[in-house]
């Protein structure tokens, strides 16, 4: 899998199943990484905004809309919240209008994964309820620590090879219950049902 800076484009391109094991593989950070490609696109978008308005600004004849404020610092500030207010809510549609056609199709398809990502994530976390609460929160730390048992079974006073058991059976019945809601969510999407891969 490649590295955390291409989450979303791994995502997007990914089935139900790679979109499962993308969740558990960055368990620990996957909101920060999804808040962080938020905060880059809305960098992105800002700029390709001024970059139109000062091509608009410069052709001869083309009259360029302003907010009527005086105040640049105050705009920018304004039009940076707007912009990743829409993107957290996932609706580009009154922030790209003046974007080439191709480029909002992008940022669009960018949005809809990461509303995508964030919705999966809650989806995954729901189903440690399937667990009883030490099961749960023995999984959720073997997640934070990067899947390794060596440590956390000495934290825990297991043996590694009964907490390695122990821990495929936990992640085969999350995936077997994350895959199936998953699987509804994006039957459509993907044009029918998918098969998850429920190996380690």
């Known amino acids: 899998m490649q590295d955390e800076a291409n989450i979303v484009k791994q995502y997007e391109e990914a089935n139900v199943s790679g979109r499962i094991e993308i969740l558990i593989k960055y368990y620990p950070n996957f909101i920060r990484l999804v ?49 990743m207010d829409a993107i957290r809510a996932g609706d580009l549609s009154s922030i790209i209008r003046d974007l080439d056609e191709e480029v909002s199709r992008q940022h669009e398809a960018e949005v809809a994964t990461l509303q995508n990502m964030k919705e999966d994530y809650s989806v995954l976390q729901s189903t440690f309820y399937y667990l009883d609460p030490d099961a749960a929160d023995t999984f959720v730390k073997y997640l934070e620590c990067g899947r390794k048992t060596e440590k956390l079974a000495y934290d825990l006073d297991i043996k590694p090879e009964a907490l390695k058991m122990q821990m495929c059976r936990t992640k085969k019945t999350i995936i077997e219950q994350t895959a199936g809601i998953l699987n509804r969510k994006y039957q459509y999407q993907f044009g029918g049902d998918e098969s998850c891969h429920t190996e380690e």
């Open 35 to 83: 808040e962080g490609y938020e905060q880059s696109l809305s960098f992105i978008i800002k700029e390709e905004k001024a970059y139109k308005h000062r091509q608009a600004k410069g052709e001869l004849g083309v009259r360029v809309q302003t907010s009527g404020m005086s105040d640049p610092t105050a705009r920018e500030a304004i039009d940076n919240i707007m912009i």
